[in-house]
């Protein structure tokens, strides 16, 4: 359970949402770190329409900050187009969006994103991938086990989304989530079969590349509890979260490799019994 005061930001949406404030796509020394490449800037007043992007399914999303956050707009996939008060949004190259300031509460925010579905699998529109080998990279004292823990689990699998999906099922299945334990290691995982929340999402990543498939890592957080009586979902901060984007089919694909957790689909607006039982 969360007290108000627990509270960072609340969102109204016709559905549940992954919003995302980093990818990180280099593994060093057991830990992930983020593209260092300089973030866009972009002028304006008030609204700001986000560069490139198929403006095929726009999902519309409302935010108002209710504690101090971070400079990061949390947002879906692809923004397309950002509506706050301020002159200059900063747009990063993984589509993170940024303000030159802190969030403080009370600030709104109006969002549409370019996200596609498939089946309940949330995908960005169509894009270009300028930087394929790095996000391919593998550490070389792991690479070796990695390769070989990937090509198990494609085994007679003939695409690379139904490889990834093996890859998500046999760490959503097999493995346990032990909050305590510290590594992000994905050998210690896979043969601890349990591990800590970011090791999930590291061991994807990991598995993905070795299986030649691009992907990273994402940090954000989780809209799902929906609250009834204020029509819009609650976001504390128990719903930071971790999980991956795999590139398949030139979009970028939401991966969700821990026990329990639910991607956030299409129609998945939470019921109100789902809504008590999270609290």
């Known amino acids: 359970s969360g007290g108000a005061s627990d509270r960072l930001f609340e969102v109204v949406s016709d559905r549940t949402l992954y919003l995302r404030t980093a990818t990180l796509d280099r593994f060093e020394s057991g830990r992930w770190l983020r593209q260092e490449a300089a973030p866009t800037a972009l002028k304006g007043i008030f609204r700001f329409t986000l560069p490139g992007g198929e403006k095929r399914e726009m999902v519309p999303y409302g935010i108002e900050i209710l504690a101090e956050m971070t400079e990061t707009i949390p947002t879906a996939l692809r923004p397309q187009f950002v509506r706050t008060d301020t002159q200059e949004l900063w747009v ?60 198990r689990l494609g085994l007679g699998r003939t695409t690379g989304l139904r490889r990834a999906e093996a890859m998500e099922e046999h760490l959503r299945t097999g493995f346990r989530v032990a909050p305590a334990e510290e590594s992000e290691d994905p050998l210690e995982l896979l043969s601890r079969r349990s591990g800590p929340p970011r090791a999930f999402a590291s061991t994807l990543t990991l598995l993905l590349r070795a299986d030649g498939i691009p992907a990273r890592v994402v940090e954000g957080y989780r809209v799902r509890r929906f609250d009834p009586f204020a029509q819009r979902y609650v976001v504390q901060k128990r719903d930071a979260h971790v999980w991956v984007e795999a590139y398949l089919d030139s979009r970028w694909v939401v991966f969700e490799p821990l026990p329990g957790a639910r991607l956030p689909g299409p129609d998945r607006a939470q019921s109100l019994l789902e809504t008590l039982i999270d609290r």
């Open 92 to 151: 990063g190259q993984d589509h993170t969006v940024a303000l030159a300031e802190k969030l403080l509460p009370g600030r709104i925010i109006y969002a549409e994103s370019a996200v596609s579905y498939s089946g309940q699998r949330p995908a960005s529109d169509p894009m270009p991938l300028g930087n394929y080998e790095a996000m391919r990279a593998l550490p070389p004292d792991r690479e070796r086990a990695l390769v070989e823990h990937a090509r």
